[in-house]
């Protein structure tokens, strides 16, 4: 189990393709409690003026077929700059990519998800960045690790 992450299901997601599968991390800096909403439409509700959320999305094209983490680099209320929070980002994203596979993984084993490329997408007008993360099992044997 991932310390401190609570995994809230919309009630029919399983009934849904992967293309309908949206998650959408978010956290307390005040607990460290972490939480992600898994359902067919990213929880806008859930964001805050911040934008500190990630929201993940299967993506399949052609050969294509990759988990697509996205963070927003642009806040407005954000006391820091793009280039600062593309490196607080970076320096949390194997971890919110251990929590959105660690908080799924029964769905994602079932379905055969593993072979996936897992892709974080840093957007911004300024700086935009891809970059890889490995596969989606990596994670799922790195959970499985700190059962």
């Known amino acids: 189990m991932i310390d401190k992450l609570e ?4 009630l029919d997601i399983n ?3 992967i293309e309908n599968r949206k998650y959408t991390l978010t956290h307390s800096d005040e607990t460290g409690q972490r939480f992600l909403f898994v359902r067919d439409q ?8 911040l934008r500190d959320e990630v929201i993940a999305d299967w993506y399949t094209r052609e050969d294509n077929k990759e988990l697509r983490i996205m963070c927003i ?3 407005e209320k954000s006391l820091y700059t793009e280039e600062e929070r593309y490196k607080i980002f970076k320096r949390h994203m194997p ?3 251990t929590a959105i596979i660690g908080g799924d993984e029964e769905y994602i084993t079932k379905k055969n998800l593993l072979d996936y490329d897992v892709y974080a997408y840093y957007l ?6 891809k970059e890889y993360y490995g596969k989606v099992g ?10």
């Open 124 to 129: 911004s007008d300024l700086i935009p960045k």
């Open 15 to 17: 009934h849904k393709g």
């Open 42 to 49: 990213f929880a806008e509700e859930e964001y805050d003026e």
């Open 95 to 97: 971890r919110a990519i």
């Open 7 to 10: 995994v809230e299901f919309s």
């Open 138 to 147: 990596d994670y799922v044997k790195t959970v499985a690790k700190a059962k």
């Open 73 to 75: 680099l642009y806040a």
